[in-house]
């Protein structure tokens, strides 16, 4: 089976700074890898997906990550971060065998002034 | 329109109560899922329905029993449930089944089980 890790749990940048989240990965072939964020009491936002293609990948709200098959890694970046910026970020590698989403175990964002 | 519904947004239930949770798109998607997510975790599968059939079963308790009755509906029994059973629950949608689908996200209803 496939699984995620996200090695932080926390992470607290300063408003206008840039961010950069972990995200490593276990599966054989090319996965399919998911950015998702969720604001405090809400469902879960795509930012973006890797499935093929152009390594690096652009989403929503200014975030991007990029695809890199040596280090099974899907990092997501953002050069600016904004105050509205503050949630749980989850990443999550679909798993073919069980036909399922796995999701790491989030690192939170607190944003300071 | 990405749009998950779900209703209500919060419940609070006893041990001996029956209630429902329902989830609604009108995006013409597939494949349905009910996601649980206790405090500080990620969202545990459930359960997934493809094409109004059931699909994938987590090994979840009987006291949890969902229901599809068309493609635009999920619904989520609950009957006898334990206080451990307090979580968010999530729904979302996807065009198809398929793990390379994006799923959309409902906001989730809160339950708390007394």
């Known amino acids: 089976a496939q699984s995620v890790t996200q090695p932080d749990i926390h992470i607290t940048v300063s408003e206008g700074a840039s961010l950069e989240l972990r995200c490593n990965y276990s599966?054989?072939?090319?996965?399919?890898l998911f950015w998702y964020v969720q604001s405090p009491g809400q469902g879960l936002q795509l930012l973006l997906k890797?499935?093929?293609?152009?390594?690096l990948v652009q989403g929503i709200k200014g975030f991007e990550a990029e695809f890199k098959r040596s280090q099974s890694s899907f990092n997501l970046r953002k050069p600016s971060v904004h105050w509205s910026d503050a949630a749980e970020y989850f990443c999550?590698?679909?798993?073919?065998?069980?036909?399922?989403?796995?999701f790491g175990t989030g690192t939170r964002l607190l944003v300071s002034p | 329109d990405t749009e998950v519904t779900q209703t209500p947004k919060h419940l609070v239930m006893g041990m001996t109560n029956k209630k429902s949770l329902k989830c609604e798109q009108h995006?013409?998607?597939?494949?349905m899922y009910w996601y649980k997510q206790k405090a500080k975790k990620p969202p545990e599968l459930m359960f997934v329905?493809?094409?109004?059939?059931?699909?994938i079963n987590e090994s979840v308790p009987s006291r949890f029993s969902p229901e599809c009755p068309n493609s635009s509906l999920l619904n989520l029994h609950l009957h006898a449930l334990q206080p451990e059973d307090s979580a968010l629950y999530l729904c979302?949608?996807?065009?198809?089944?398929?793990?390379?689908?994006?799923?959309?996200f409902g906001p989730g209803t809160r339950l708390l089980v007394l």
């Open positions: 979302a949608s996807s065009q198809t089944p398929g793990t390379q689908e994006t799923q959309y």
């Open positions: 599966y054989g072939a090319t996965p399919y």
């Open positions: 890797y499935f093929s293609g152009d390594t």
């Open positions: 999550a590698v679909g798993d073919t065998g069980f036909q399922k989403l796995v």
């Open positions: 995006m013409g998607h597939r494949a």
């Open positions: 329905y493809s094409y109004e059939k059931l699909s």
